[in-house]
């Protein structure tokens, strides 16, 4: 009773604060608005919700939910259009739909807005990545990523990829009856990046670490014990312990000019920067961070989509079935597949288009504009931030005819342009599009023609923290199947 008498004063007190707080933060939010008006700036329409936290609840409640598009963009965009205001995570915030909106806000990176994620993702995946440059720094580091990915590259990766696929098969798959696709594919395509794009070998728990990671990406940015964002940065503590001394080894290595063939790695690339002086080791080890955050998670899921797709509509499975046993069968026994053969993957591809369309693995990304910007007679002011969503095209039916309905062959005739957005677009186009491609044409060409398949669960919910997944894992069962020759 004395300890609930002693807590009174200090509660009252807390609640007068925070009444204080929200009255003075409603004021200064009105003479902004008002700021608007006299300066003749015609915001967009829109509700800004509660001082500081905005509509965030509600924005979260509908991605975790993965019904972002149905909770919170639709309802709003029926009741003001394609252009809206709102306020997340402390930010007034526009939210852009349509192609249109995507080509514009997109290919203006740099003039009008700059790439703008939370702090806490920035905290996280590091200052120095790719995420948080522009002009020069950018370039330099879009540059060593690309020639990892150029044609050769992209020639030398395919038999280090279905390297690892088989290895990953005959370790987690052999001998089972059943498999939980989503957490398998992701440590699958956690070791490519890691091991075929980047050179690094991985170590027990390092899966783990960056996951770790990863689920403080989007979380308050509170630096106390305990809470989510605190766990998620003594993760990043460690990766970055453990890559620091990665990166100093193969500094040394290349020094000595000792693995020169292992020289095409994308690590060697980045050291090489390191090494002329074009880069910081703080530069290096962000963007490897990000580089596996960026890689692992969105290929995961766009697999564990495809193959959902593929168990609800057996003609496309069957199609994409005939596709790779015509590949294998052009083999020798034994013969490696080569990137040419990726591109005979044709209906594949347009299955993995049509699923990525359906659910893109990441829903849109935040800009912030850089100066006062005029679009559709709306003035967004600089500062504000922007969301471009994928949602908003994949589902419009003048893009899409019938969206709601899986159509793999509609990717036969041309798209109109940033209409088709998973992958982003303009100077930030995914730098990892032709890995993330190779690591889906080339799993299931191993899974069709080394398994039958089947889903467990047919109506397996999505959610997403912060991105999507499968939420119970995805389980399937599967049966070797007898080789194609
Ligand atoms: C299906 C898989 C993937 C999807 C759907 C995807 C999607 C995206 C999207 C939408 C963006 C643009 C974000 C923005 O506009 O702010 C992006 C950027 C990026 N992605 Fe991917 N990604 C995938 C796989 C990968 C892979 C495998 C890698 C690396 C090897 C990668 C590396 C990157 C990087 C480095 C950026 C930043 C580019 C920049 O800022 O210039 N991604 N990705």
């Known amino acids: 009773m004395a300890l609930e008498m002693d807590s009174v004063p200090s509660l009252v ?7 204080v707080t929200l009255i003075f933060l409603m004021s200064t939010s009105k003479k902004k608005n008002s700021i608007n008006r006299s300066s003749n700036k015609k915001l967009p329409p829109g509700e800004m919700g509660l001082p500081w936290i905005g509509e965030t609840l509600e924005f979260h409640k509908a991605q975790r939910s993965n019904r972002l598009l149905e909770d919170f963009i639709q309802p709003r965009m029926t009741k003001h259009g394609n252009i809206f205001k709102t306020r997340l995570m402390g930010s007034p915030t526009v939210l852009v739909s349509g192609a249109e909106a995507n080509k514009f806000f997109l290919s203006n990176e740099f003039k009008l807005v700059v790439s703008s994620w939370p702090s806490s993702s920035v905290q996280l995946m590091g200052t120095d990545c790719i995420m948080q440059k522009q002009g020069e720094r950018h370039r330099c580091i879009r540059g060593a990523i690309a020639s990892s990915l150029s044609c050769t590259g992209l020639e030398a990766l395919v038999p280090k990829i279905c390297s690892s696929i088989d290895k990953h ?52 940015p509170v630096n106390l014990p305990g809470c989510r964002f605190w766990r998620a940065k003594k993760a990043r503590l460690e990766i970055e312990k453990k890559l620091v001394g ?3 080894r193969k500094r040394e290595e290349m020094e000595q000019k000792v693995r020169r063939e292992e020289e095409r790695r994308l690590l060697s690339g980045l050291v090489l920067g390191l090494m002329k002086g074009e880069m910081s080791e703080k530069e290096v080890v962000d963007n490897v961070v990000l580089l596996v955050f960026a890689a692992h998670d969105t290929t995961s899921f766009a697999i564990a989509m495809i193959c959902r797709m593929l168990a609800l509509h057996p003609n496309c499975h069957s199609r994409l079935v005939e596709e790779h046993v015509e590949i294998a069968g052009s083999k020798r026994p034994g013969e490696n597949l080569t990137l040419e053969d990726t591109k005979k993957m044709k209906y594949t591809w347009q299955v993995a288009r049509e699923s990525m369309r359906m659910f893109p693995p990441i829903f849109g990304s935040f800009r912030k504009a850089i100066v006062d910007i ?11 931030k922007v969301l471009w969503t994928a949602y908003g095209t994949h589902y419009d039916s003048q893009c ?3 969206p709601l309905h899986f159509n793999p062959s509609r990717f036969e005739e041309p798209i109109p342009p940033y209409a088709f957005v998973p992958f982003g677009g303009g ?24 398994y039958d398949w089947s889903l467990l669960h047919k109506d397996e919910t999505i959610t997403a923290d912060p991105l999507p997944f499968p939420s119970q894992g995805m389980p399937i069962k599967i049966a070797p199947k007898q080789p194609c020759k």
Request: hydrophobic content about 50%.
């Open 13 to 19: 007190l807390s609640v007068l604060a925070i009444l």
């Open 169 to 220: 098969l005959s370790k987690d798959w052999h001998g089972r009856d059943t498999v939980s696709l989503y957490p398998s594919v992701k440590k699958l395509s956690f070791s490519i990046v890691l091991e075929c794009l980047l050179g690094i070998d991985v170590e027990p728990g390092m899966l783990e670490m960056f996951e770790g990671v990863v689920e403080g990406a989007f979380a308050a």
């Open 246 to 248: 990665v990166v100093r």
């Open 374 to 384: 005029e679009y559709e007679g709306f003035t967004i002011p600089k500062g504000w």
């Open 400 to 402: 899409f005819p019938e």
């Open 427 to 450: 100077p930030r186009l995914c730098a990892g599009y032709q890995l993330a491609k190779l690591n889906i044409l080339l799993f299931l060409h191993f899974m069709v023609t080394h």
